[in-house]
Nanobody
Framework: QVHVVESGGGLVQAGGSLRLSCAAS????????MSWFRQAPGREREFVAA?????????????YYADSVKGRFTIDRDNAKNTVALKMNSLKPEDTAVYYC????????????????????WGQGTQVTVSS
């Protein structure tokens, strides 16, 4: 079993910043992608950002973003092993949602990164609220 835990959510005013962190731990596993999704009330879960590793566990160095967050959000590895951060700047009220971290433990194509069904493990989510 792989445990995925998010942290760092909270309440912030529009234009502010937050940093979310995601830690994956548990049994030995291969990590091919770690991503952030979000879900607002009454809406479907949507892709936010992702990073990938190669089959040999080396970091690809590429990141992927939804159009709605490009230029404002940055996904990157933390120095701690199996930890990924999402740095969110210039936050808008429409960014309000529960943010989830997800992990792919099997090699899949880049096209799968935005599809929630292609992930093997999920965290419980952290609330981000942006006030106007």
């Amino acid at each position: 079993q792989v445990h995925v835990v998010e942290s760092g959510g909270g309440l912030v005013q529009a234009g502010g910043s937050l940093r979310l962190s995601c830690a994956a731990s548990g049994r030995t596993f291969s990590r091919y992608a770690m991503s952030w999704f979000r879900q607002a009330p009454g809406r479907e879960r949507e892709f936010v950002a992702a990073i990938r590793w190669n089959d040999d566990s080396t970091y690809v160095g590429s990141s992927y973003y939804a159009d709605s967050v490009k230029g404002r959000f940055t996904i990157d590895r933390d120095n701690a092993k199996n930890t990924v951060a999402l740095k969110m700047n210039s936050l808008k009220p429409e960014d309000t949602a529960v943010y989830y971290c997800a992990v792919q433990t099997q090699s899949r194509s880049i096209a799968t990164l935005s599809r929630p069904g292609e992930y093997d493990y999920w965290g419980q989510g952290t609330q981000v609220t942006v006030s106007s």
